[in-house]
């Protein structure tokens, strides 16, 4: 068993000052995603430099991996920093020059789903025939009155009724509908396009969201998600680079990777330390524990005593082994916010091809299955997976990304395509892609790569969502440190959450985490200085 090193660091400011008479409080961060490294780099400087940071993979940034290819940059997790005055993430990638080389296509306005910067969407039907453009519009411009309504539901507190009904894609769906059918100017065909067309939306929509299908995406929750105004940032040089900026400032010891953590043994007393031989020895010394509320197990058996624990594990991580991951077990609250919570896989599919078969002003190929317009939530049999691909992007400029396409597909059927093989998943894409433009000769991809974040063992999903029966306050919930106490803000906060699940307003988001991570750190921060306050305000003796 070995302890974490102890820090010899010394700063002149007064917090660490204070502490360095007795000891340095130890605080072991779980997870070098954006969440722990922002809480990291909060601690350090703020004279908190006791801390160790344990990854359980091979490699920092977590849902955030760039990948190099040729000139370009794909990105298998987080692709845009949303919003710009008031994102952090945006002010980091500012101030650093990360967006001197972002191209127009590369900055977009409006929902992601509907950019049209560079040039137009292509919504291609399964028999291989272009949906006229107007019609398009027309029915995209119905689409988005019914979004906003989704919007209003969280702003005004309106209530809605039966839980079942609670939901973003039957409302969408119900209303939608509605609208198509009572247009008097529309034929019988072009109604049937636009129901199918609904159907493409709703699959983008989730695929956004993250989430299996709409129908499970709370509508009065929805609105609570904030949108940062400004447009959406592609980071040319890759998002790994605000990962880069943040891991700048932590010493490289402060990191270990491959350090998947077991057990987080908390609510931990002195009498238990005393039985497992956790307890200073007799020269005073400090042994592994002594005087530590939480010790952190890790696969390999090292173990970490610490004061304080930050967990920063995904939302589908807490899901799967909380059960296991706490000793003693959360509060019943906590699993039942963790359970309530949803949070399911998106994933992108990169194919590159040798020559564009697209026409330069085609921006994104949409697939429309005419058949599905008047099905309820579409449910496909396994071998169908590829229905749920609801678009493919052009990637732009081609001077820097060649002849790329990247595709979505979210939910279950996200997970059976990361069980495929390459070959297997590059020969479904191109028969998709022959079948929509009705262009047999489209050859198969140069290459493909893929992302694989739900069967990712320290990932399992892409990101939160507000599912059908749960609120902002089951992500109050999680975020809450334990053991609770009267105060969120007072001794002894041993276990702490932050990640992209825990924010209330940006969940979902790269911000989200960031800002988690430093709201966490900070509640330990300001914890420590009150104690300070109080210590040298005291009358003499
Ligand atoms: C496909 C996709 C597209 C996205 N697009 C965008 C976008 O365009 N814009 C945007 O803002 N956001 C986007 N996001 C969301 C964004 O990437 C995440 O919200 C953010 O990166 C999450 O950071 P985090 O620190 O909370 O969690 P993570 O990045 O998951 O970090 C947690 C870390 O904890 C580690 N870990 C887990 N369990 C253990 C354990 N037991 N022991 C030790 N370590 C452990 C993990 O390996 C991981 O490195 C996207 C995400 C995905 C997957
Ligand atoms: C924490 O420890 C105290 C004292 O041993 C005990 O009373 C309490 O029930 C424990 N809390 C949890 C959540 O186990």
């Given amino acids: 068993m070995q302890s974490c ?12 000052s204070s502490l360095r008479s007795q000891r340095q409080p130890r605080i072991v961060v779980i997870g070098a995603g954006l969440a722990g490294l922002a809480a990291t780099k909060t601690l350090l400087e703020n004279g908190l430099t006791d801390v160790a940071v344990l990854e359980a993979s091979d490699r920092i940034g977590g849902r ?38 972002t191209t127009d296509g590369e900055r977009s306005v409006g929902r992601i789903s509907l950019y049209t910067k560079n040039g137009v969407a292509h919504y291609l039907t399964n028999s291989g025939w272009r949906i006229p453009k107007d019609l398009v519009e027309e029915f995209s411009d119905l689409y988005n009155e019914v979004y906003e309504l989704t919007q209003e539901f969280f702003q005004n507190g309106k209530p809605v009724g039966a839980e079942s009904q609670n939901s973003v894609g039957i409302f969408t769906r119900d209303l939608v509908r509605k609208k198509i059918m009572v247009d008097p100017d529309d034929s019988e065909a072009s109604r049937r396009l636009k129901l199918a067309m609904l159907q493409q939306y709703l699959k983008v929509e989730s695929c956004e969201s993250s989430s299996p299908s709409m129908d499970e995406v709370s509508l009065s929750e929805f609105g609570e998600w904030t949108e940062i105004p400004g447009a959406h940032y592609v980071i040319p040089g890759g998002f790994i680079k605000i990962v880069e900026l943040l891991a700048q400032g932590i010493p490289e010891r402060v990191v270990r990777l491959n350090k998947p953590v077991r057990r987080i043994y908390w609510n931990y007393s002195a009498q238990q330390q005393a039985e497992i031989g956790d307890a200073e020895d007799h020269n005073g010394d400090r042994r592994p524990g002594a005087g530590c509320p ?29 059960e296991w991951l706490f000793s003693p077990s959360l ?39 005419e058949d599905e ?17 609801c678009s493919f992007d052009v990637l732009y400029p081609p001077e820097r990304y060649g002849h790329m396409l990247s595709g979505w597909i979210c939910g279950e059927e996200a997970l059976l395509m990361e069980r495929c093989d390459d070959e297997t998943v590059a020969e479904t894409c191109t028969e998709l892609l022959r079948k929509f433009t009705g262009n047999q000769n489209i050859p198969k991809p140069r290459r493909i790569l893929r992302s694989s974040w739900g069967s990712n063992p320290f990932i399992r999903g892409s990101y939160s969502f507000t599912r059908v029966g749960s609120s902002g306050g089951d992500v109050e919930r999680l ?26 307003k940006y969940y979902s988001t790269t911000h989200g985490a960031l800002l988690s991570g430093q709201r966490e750190a900070n509640r330990l921060i300001e914890m420590y200085q009150d104690l300070y306050n109080a210590e040298t305000t005291k009358p003499n003796m």
């Fill in 479 to 504: 975020a809450m440190p334990l053991p609770y106490a009267k105060s969120t803000k007072a001794p002894p906060l041993q276990v702490l959450f932050a990640g992209e699940a825990t924010h209330r």
């Fill in 5 to 16: 090193e102890i820090s010899s660091d010394s700063t002149d400011d007064p917090l660490s």
């Fill in 64 to 101: 955030v991996q760039s990948v190099q290819h040729g000139q370009a940059t794909l990105e298998l997790g987080a692709t845009w920093i949303h919003g710009a005055h008031g994102n952090p993430i945006f002010h980091l990638a500012e101030d650093n020059g990360l967006l001197e080389h």
């Fill in 331 to 369: 509060p019943e609250d906590k699993v039942l916010s963790i359970q309530k919570l949803g949070i399911s896989t998106t994933d992108k599919i990169f194919l590159e091809f040798a020559e564009p078969f697209w026409s330069p002003e085609c921006n994104s190929i949409q697939f429309v299955w």
């Fill in 373 to 389: 317009a008047q099905l309820e939530q579409p449910v496909y049999p396994e071998e169908l997976w590829y229905r749920k691909i």
């Fill in 294 to 322: 939480v010790r952190v197990e890790c696969e390999d058996c090292e173990s970490f005593a610490a004061d304080h624990v930050i967990v920063t594990a995904s939302l589908g991580v807490l899901k799967k082994s909380h």
